[in-house]
């Protein structure tokens, strides 16, 4: 029946998201560090609290491109971003600015090159949270930029730890920076012309991975609903820890927060 339901919140988010109404966006946050090796929570404020994800999201999008295997070697048609000029990428270059510098276009490209469409990769985000326990959380696209893309703190461990089987997620969600090469288009007299170039994509948590290396998995996520986000993974003393802030104000907070956390916390 959740299943029906959430096929059917998909299916209509993009002409009716205005119109659902979605339970207010609290005003404080959510920190959440569990040390995964004991079991044991270090922090909880607020983990079981539904709030919207934004790109966090991406992590589950990353999870459904990986698990169809499709070819990572084929070359789809980009429309451009603000991070990635218009051109043919492979559908691992998609992935990597995804994940990297969280692209919402690639993220939606990835989507609408699975098989059925955009619909019913949105779907399968939803059946997949259903495998992984995840009750409390629903997702409508693959950017996080819909309000309808919501979790909670707890939720997004299961979803991190998931994520960690994944080889790829972990090389890209931990690089610091990557560098494609790439075949864009560029204007030249009215027309597209293809030319061969490097593009270099810094990673959203930049400032973190420079800084520690006993981070496997980070995902930073903004929108106006959701606020700052930031989801870690992490390997220090031979333990691994998560940890999940959502919903704050200012992104430098966050990255403060994340600090002192992998410095007194863990």
């Known amino acids: ?5 959430l096929a059917l919140l998909v299916l209509f988010s993009f002409s009716a998201q205005a119109k659902v109404k979605h339970p207010p966006t609290p005003n404080y946050d959510t920190v959440y560090v569990v040390n995964e090796s004991k079991k044991e929570t270090l922090v909880d404020i607020n983990s079981d609290l539904v709030r919207p994800i934004a790109s966090i999201t991406k992590l589950m999008s990353a999870i459904v491109v990986l698990d169809k295997c499709q070819p990572l070697n084929e070359k789809l048609a980009f429309r451009g971003s603000m991070s990635l000029p218009r051109g043919k990428y492979t559908r691992e270059e998609l992935l990597s600015a995804m994940i990297v510098k ?17 619909q019913n990769f949105y779907i399968q985000m939803n059946i997949t949270a259903e495998k992984l326990g995840m009750k409390e959380s ?57 030319k061969t170039r490097e593009v270099r994509l810094s990673n959203t948590s930049h400032e973190l991975l420079k800084e520690f290396d006993e981070i496997i998995i980070s995902k930073t996520g903004t929108t106006s609903h959701a606020g700052k986000c930031l989801v870690l993974l992490i390997h220090k003393n031979s333990e691994f820890y998560s940890i999940v802030i959502l ?3 200012k992104r430098k907070h966050v990255t403060d927060t994340a600090k002192r956390l992998l410095t007194q916390s863990i």
């Open 247 to 249: 919903g704050d104000q």
């Open 138 to 194: 629903t997702f409508v696209d693959a950017s996080g930029l819909g309000e309808g893309n919501r979790s909670t703190a707890k939720e997004l461990v299961m979803l991190l730890k998931d994520a960690y089987r994944y080889d790829a997620i972990k090389r890209l969600a931990s690089s610091p920076e990557l560098r494609l090469t790439a075949d864009v288009q560029q204007k030249k007299k009215k027309k597209f012309v293809e």
């Open 102 to 118: 969280s692209d919402n276009v690639a993220a939606e490209t990835l989507a609408k090159n699975y098989p059925g469409g955009s």
């Open 1 to 5: 029946m959740k299943l029906f339901f």
